[in-house]
Protein backbone atom coordinates (compact mmCIF):
# COMPACT_ATOMS: atom_id res chain seq x y z
CA UNK A 1 0.00 0.00 0.00
CA UNK A 2 2.96 2.23 0.71
CA UNK A 3 5.88 3.76 -1.25
CA UNK A 4 9.21 4.49 -0.41
CA UNK A 5 8.98 7.75 1.48
CA UNK A 6 12.01 9.76 0.22
CA UNK A 7 13.81 12.42 2.40
CA UNK A 8 15.89 14.92 1.57
CA UNK A 9 19.38 15.21 3.58
CA UNK A 10 20.48 18.87 1.76
CA UNK A 11 20.49 22.07 3.10
CA UNK A 12 16.66 23.62 4.02
CA UNK A 13 17.23 25.78 0.85
CA UNK A 14 15.74 26.19 -2.01
CA UNK A 15 12.40 27.12 -0.91
CA UNK A 16 10.58 30.09 0.66
CA UNK A 17 7.43 28.19 1.82
CA UNK A 18 7.14 24.83 3.65
CA UNK A 19 4.46 23.12 5.58
CA UNK A 20 5.46 21.63 9.16
CA UNK A 21 3.40 19.34 10.25
CA UNK A 22 3.31 16.65 13.39
CA UNK A 23 0.95 13.76 14.27
CA UNK A 24 0.29 11.53 17.47
CA UNK A 25 -0.26 7.71 16.22
CA UNK A 26 -2.02 4.45 18.19
CA UNK A 27 1.24 2.95 17.65
CA UNK A 28 5.09 3.06 15.42
CA UNK A 29 3.07 0.72 12.57
CA UNK A 30 1.40 3.38 9.78
CA UNK A 31 0.33 -0.41 8.32
CA UNK A 32 -1.68 -1.33 11.50
CA UNK A 33 -1.74 1.83 13.32
CA UNK A 34 -3.93 4.98 12.98
CA UNK A 35 -3.47 8.66 13.22
CA UNK A 36 -5.32 10.30 16.13
CA UNK A 37 -4.65 13.88 15.79
CA UNK A 38 -2.62 15.99 13.17
CA UNK A 39 -1.04 19.52 13.04
CA UNK A 40 0.57 21.48 10.11
CA UNK A 41 1.82 24.86 10.18
CA UNK A 42 2.48 26.53 6.44
CA UNK A 43 5.34 29.30 6.72
CA UNK A 44 7.46 31.81 4.75
CA UNK A 45 10.69 30.92 5.90
CA UNK A 46 12.28 33.57 4.00
CA UNK A 47 9.97 36.23 6.15
CA UNK A 48 10.50 34.10 9.17
CA UNK A 49 13.93 34.60 9.36
CA UNK A 50 14.03 38.10 8.19
CA UNK A 51 13.69 40.52 11.53
CA UNK A 52 10.10 41.27 11.54
CA UNK A 53 9.08 37.42 11.40
CA UNK A 54 5.64 36.27 9.70
CA UNK A 55 2.59 34.64 11.19
CA UNK A 56 1.52 30.63 10.25
CA UNK A 57 -1.20 29.75 9.06
CA UNK A 58 -2.28 26.60 10.35
CA UNK A 59 -4.08 23.18 10.27
CA UNK A 60 -5.62 21.22 13.08
CA UNK A 61 -7.28 18.23 13.88
CA UNK A 62 -7.77 15.06 16.39
CA UNK A 63 -9.10 11.97 14.36
CA UNK A 64 -11.66 9.63 14.97
CA UNK A 65 -8.90 6.60 14.58
CA UNK A 66 -11.90 3.78 14.04
CA UNK A 67 -9.71 1.53 15.93
CA UNK A 68 -9.13 1.29 19.84
CA UNK A 69 -6.16 3.57 21.10
CA UNK A 70 -4.09 1.36 23.18
CA UNK A 71 -3.16 2.76 26.94
CA UNK A 72 0.62 2.57 25.92
CA UNK A 73 0.16 5.19 22.94
CA UNK A 74 -2.29 7.29 25.39
CA UNK A 75 0.03 7.64 28.01
CA UNK A 76 2.27 9.42 25.29
CA UNK A 77 -0.28 11.91 23.94
CA UNK A 78 -3.07 11.76 26.30
CA UNK A 79 -5.49 11.02 23.62
CA UNK A 80 -8.27 8.26 25.21
CA UNK A 81 -10.95 6.35 23.10
CA UNK A 82 -13.41 8.35 24.81
CA UNK A 83 -11.61 11.50 23.14
CA UNK A 84 -12.04 10.66 19.62
CA UNK A 85 -15.80 9.04 19.95
CA UNK A 86 -17.34 12.45 18.36
CA UNK A 87 -14.11 13.20 15.66
CA UNK A 88 -13.76 13.08 11.95
CA UNK A 89 -12.33 9.66 10.41
CA UNK A 90 -8.93 10.53 8.63
CA UNK A 91 -11.62 9.90 5.36
CA UNK A 92 -13.16 13.67 6.02
CA UNK A 93 -10.34 15.63 6.63
CA UNK A 94 -7.42 14.09 3.77
CA UNK A 95 -8.76 16.06 0.92
CA UNK A 96 -8.39 19.22 3.52
CA UNK A 97 -4.82 17.94 4.34
CA UNK A 98 -3.46 17.72 0.74
CA UNK A 99 -5.63 21.21 0.24
CA UNK A 100 -3.42 23.16 2.53
CA UNK A 101 -0.01 21.17 1.53
CA UNK A 102 -0.34 22.14 -2.06
CA UNK A 103 2.63 21.39 -3.83
CA UNK A 104 4.73 22.79 -0.73
CA UNK A 105 7.45 20.72 0.84
CA UNK A 106 6.66 18.97 3.95
CA UNK A 107 9.17 19.33 7.06
CA UNK A 108 8.81 17.35 10.07
CA UNK A 109 11.18 16.11 13.09
CA UNK A 110 11.75 12.62 12.03
CA UNK A 111 10.08 13.03 9.34
CA UNK A 112 9.91 9.85 8.49
CA UNK A 113 7.73 8.26 10.46
CA UNK A 114 5.33 11.21 10.20
CA UNK A 115 5.38 11.26 6.22
CA UNK A 116 4.47 7.22 6.55
CA UNK A 117 1.44 7.48 8.33
CA UNK A 118 0.18 10.54 6.35
CA UNK A 119 1.04 8.83 3.36
CA UNK A 120 -0.30 5.62 4.62
CA UNK A 121 -4.04 7.41 5.62
CA UNK A 122 -4.25 9.01 2.71
CA UNK A 123 -3.75 5.90 0.62
CA UNK A 124 -6.04 4.29 2.69
CA UNK A 125 -9.20 6.27 2.05
CA UNK A 126 -8.02 6.91 -1.24
CA UNK A 127 -7.90 10.63 -1.08
CA UNK A 128 -4.02 10.55 -2.47
CA UNK A 129 -0.51 10.19 -1.31
CA UNK A 130 2.72 11.94 -0.24
CA UNK A 131 4.61 10.14 -3.45
CA UNK A 132 6.71 12.81 -5.12
CA UNK A 133 6.64 15.47 -2.74
CA UNK A 134 9.86 16.64 -1.47
CA UNK A 135 10.57 16.15 2.23
CA UNK A 136 12.65 17.75 4.90
CA UNK A 137 13.32 16.18 8.34
CA UNK A 138 14.67 18.73 11.09
CA UNK A 139 16.15 15.27 12.94
CA UNK A 140 18.47 14.33 10.21
CA UNK A 141 19.58 18.47 9.42
CA UNK A 142 20.24 18.99 12.86
CA UNK A 143 22.94 15.46 13.14
CA UNK A 144 24.08 16.59 9.91
CA UNK A 145 25.06 20.35 11.71
CA UNK A 146 26.17 18.16 14.79
CA UNK A 147 28.18 16.13 12.85
CA UNK A 148 30.31 19.11 11.28
CA UNK A 149 30.85 19.84 14.52
CA UNK A 150 32.27 16.79 15.99
CA UNK A 151 29.68 15.78 17.54
CA UNK A 152 28.34 12.59 15.95
CA UNK A 153 24.70 11.51 15.76
CA UNK A 154 22.32 9.77 14.17
CA UNK A 155 19.23 10.47 16.02
CA UNK A 156 18.11 13.46 18.09
CA UNK A 157 14.73 13.84 19.81
CA UNK A 158 12.97 17.25 19.38
CA UNK A 159 13.16 18.39 23.10
CA UNK A 160 17.11 17.71 22.92
CA UNK A 161 17.30 19.68 19.81
CA UNK A 162 14.67 22.48 20.66
CA UNK A 163 17.58 22.73 23.94
CA UNK A 164 20.52 22.82 21.81
CA UNK A 165 19.18 25.53 19.42
CA UNK A 166 17.40 27.36 22.30
CA UNK A 167 14.48 27.00 20.90
CA UNK A 168 11.04 26.72 22.51
CA UNK A 169 9.42 22.87 23.29
CA UNK A 170 5.99 23.80 25.47
CA UNK A 171 4.84 20.61 26.70
CA UNK A 172 3.00 19.25 29.53
CA UNK A 173 2.64 15.67 30.76
CA UNK A 174 2.38 14.36 26.83
CA UNK A 175 3.09 14.83 23.55
CA UNK A 176 0.54 17.31 21.45
CA UNK A 177 0.72 17.66 17.80
CA UNK A 178 0.42 21.60 17.52
CA UNK A 179 2.86 22.56 20.15
CA UNK A 180 5.70 19.41 18.77
CA UNK A 181 4.76 21.06 15.04
CA UNK A 182 5.01 24.42 16.23
CA UNK A 183 8.40 22.98 18.08
CA UNK A 184 9.47 21.91 14.59
CA UNK A 185 8.69 24.85 12.76
CA UNK A 186 10.87 27.17 15.18
CA UNK A 187 13.79 24.37 14.86
CA UNK A 188 13.37 24.54 10.82
CA UNK A 189 13.46 28.57 10.96
CA UNK A 190 16.87 27.84 12.66
CA UNK A 191 18.30 25.29 10.15
CA UNK A 192 16.74 27.37 7.42
CA UNK A 193 18.83 30.66 8.46
CA UNK A 194 22.05 28.39 8.89
CA UNK A 195 21.63 26.69 5.41
CA UNK A 196 20.83 29.97 3.89
CA UNK A 197 23.61 32.21 5.66
CA UNK A 198 20.75 34.43 6.80
CA UNK A 199 22.36 36.65 10.27
Known sequence: MM????LQNSPFAGFREAVVLDVETTGLNPRVD????????????????????????TFKARVNPGISIPPGASRIHGIR???????????GIGKQ?????GDLPIIAHNCEFDARFVDAELRRHKVG????????????RVCHHETRQGRYRTRISLADASLLYKTTLKRGRHHDAFDDAFAAMQLAGVLYKLDNGIA
Open 97 to 101: LLDFV
Open 3 to 6: TTIR
Open 129 to 140: SLEGRTLFCTMR
Open 34 to 57: RIVSIAALRVDFHLYASPTGCEAV
Open 81 to 91: DRDVIGEERFD
